[in-house]
């Protein structure tokens, strides 16, 4: 079954960095466009990047655009989420997420906080 397992996570101060990965199972992972997202308690789940399945096209989120960089490896099925220059508005849990066969699979998330 597919599998995805966020980790990177954690603590960091506003201006700071963090990398996040996705490791992916369960499915021909190069065949899939891969996305992050993020949700705030309260708050929808909002799609923050994306990648098509041999990474040759990006999309990003306005409020993130110029400091996080999507990529990934297929031969490690493996997804990234690279987050630079980091503000507290990007504190939130951070999701990976793959849309295969009509459904949505996600991970169990990974905690992102920014704070001084």
């Known amino acids: 079954q597919v599998q995805l397992v966020e980790s990177g996570g954690g603590l960091v101060q506003p201006g700071g960095s963090l990398r996040l990965s996705c490791a992916a199972s369960?499915?021909?992972?190069?065949?899939?466009?891969m996305s992050w997202y993020r949700q705030v308690p309260g708050k929808e789940r909002e799609l923050v990047a994306s990648i098509t399945p041999i990474g040759i096209s990006t999309t990003y989120a306005d409020s993130v655009k110029g400091r996080f960089t999507i990529s990934r490896d297929n031969a490690k099925n493996t997804v990234y989420l690279q987050m630079n220059n980091l503000k507290p508005e990007d504190t939130a849990v951070y999701y990976c997420?793959?849309?295969?066969?009509?459904?949505?699979?996600w991970g169990q998330g990974t905690q992102v906080t920014v704070s001084s």
């Open positions: 369960g499915f021909p992972f190069s065949s899939y466009a």
């Open positions: 997420n793959v849309k295969r066969l009509e459904n949505n699979y």
